[in-house]
């Protein structure tokens, strides 16, 4: 937030106005939101100003989580059921945008004004056009019910309550609402609802469920899904089941077990309709998708990370694992050691190629770095420093590389380990820094995603023997079971049709 400050106002004054201006917005700026029958507070965010707010961040949260995914006709059919849902809220003449990212997790936001984004790795995990149609209809809710103009609202009606207080001393005159609301747009996606406000889209959710006919009981279904991938991710990473929500993006207010009791409840609530679940559409319509990562940001194959379009590649320590994203690569070890690869932005390396020049003026310029030097890796000019963190956690070492791949190009590595446990994995992590290469033409034609394969179930088939098909180096079983929402003592039925990956 911008301050400005009064030249020659009196205080007296300013403090007079603010006082007869707060008790007026507490009463004028709310109003009964006609989809929920409750009184909201909306006062610093207009309808108008939720669009522009929308129109504003689309673009970019777009381009953050990978850029939209490239199949027309799944992103028509995703369109077309979140619009017959749209149409039958209490708020059906927005323009409303929905949009599949090219991102493999599980998630799905929106944005205020008719913004509505879902994840193609959320598309792999539901099962039938009820579940897609529940998370965007949940998503639709919260628009409805205007929560982020609530949360902004109330935001800046706080930091007008501690101008008055004089915590923010003398402010002159109130800030620009739009300019503020657009600035606050940019990183409401990634802050969480309030758990009353998820339990409210729910309530949403499922009324615009029963209106279209669809099987409330959808809710239910994803969720438990939501809740099994959770504990596959928490598996993979070596964590128990119990961090389980530490992996599920959409499980943070309030936990998936709340979610999950709640819509059970809601689903035994909802009127009696045609309770369609459009199966068989859904799957036609999700076959061959690609699943996991895309080559275009990199792939992870074991403990080796490939990306075919930057044609580079390395290789991270054992106990390792890889999360990958549009910005970049986090491996996660034992004993709280971690470390993130990408790309130093691209003027900055044009502008400071020698990477020694790049780590200590640019990169690390605030930290006392120690034990720098230069290196070369397979033929790229390299620099590398430590230096130690102090943190309410203990201290933690920090070893920093940079590559110099292309006179333009930078790459770094950034090693952080507590500083007690640091010399266990030094050699690990100079593995993994000379093991940066650039990749041959051969590797590069051998990368391929994987994809999703609808799989009609034959007679013998069991959740074995199809798992066992999918080209992954353990957990088969789990990865076939979260993907199905299938037990693995579950039995298949000949001619029913089911997910497996291939590649």
Known sequence: MTLRFALGRPRGRLLLSLLTVLPLLATGGCA???????????????????????????????????????????AAYVSRVGLSLARLSEAPDLPYTFTVLNDDKVNAFALPGGFIHVTRGLLALADDEAELAGVLAHEIGHIVARHTAQRYSRAMATNIGLTVLGVLGSVYGLPSQLGQAVSYGAQAHLQGFSREQELEADMLAVRYLARAGYDPRAMTSFLDKMRAHGELEAMLAGKPAGSVDEFNVMATHPRTLDRIEQAVELAREAPEGQHLRHREAFLASIDGMIYGDDPKQGMRLGRDFRHPDLGIGFTVPPGFVLFNSARQVVARGPGEAVFAFDMAPGDAARQTGDPA????????????????????????????????????NGDR????????????????????????????YRTEFQRTTYSFH????????????????????????????????????????????????IGRDQSLVAGTQVKIVVD
């Open 32 to 74: 009964v939101n006609p989809a929920t029958g409750e009184q909201s507070f909306t006062a610093f965010m207009s309808p108008q100003q939720e669009v522009a707010v929308g129109q504003e961040e689309h673009p970019k949260l777009v381009q953050e989580f990978g850029g939209a995914y490239e199949d027309a006709d799944l």
């Open 357 to 392: 020049t790049y780590l200590s003026r640019v990169w690390a310029r605030e930290l006392n770095l120690t034990d720098t030097e230069r290196l070369d890796i397979n033929g790229m000019p390299t620099a590398t420093g430590r230096a130690v963190l102090r943190t309410r």
């Open 397 to 424: 070492e920090l070893r920093l590389v940079v590559v110099r791949e292309r006179p333009d190009r930078l790459f770094r590595f950034l090693f952080v380990t507590p500083a007690t446990s640091a010399a266990r």
């Open 438 to 485: 650039r990749l041959s033409p051969q590797e590069i034609a051998g990368i391929r995603p994987l994809r999703l394969d609808i799989h009609t179930v034959s007679p013998g088939d069991t959740v074995e023997s199809l798992a066992a098909r999918m080209p992954f180096d353990a957990y088969h079983v789990e990865r076939f079971s979260a993907l199905n929402g």
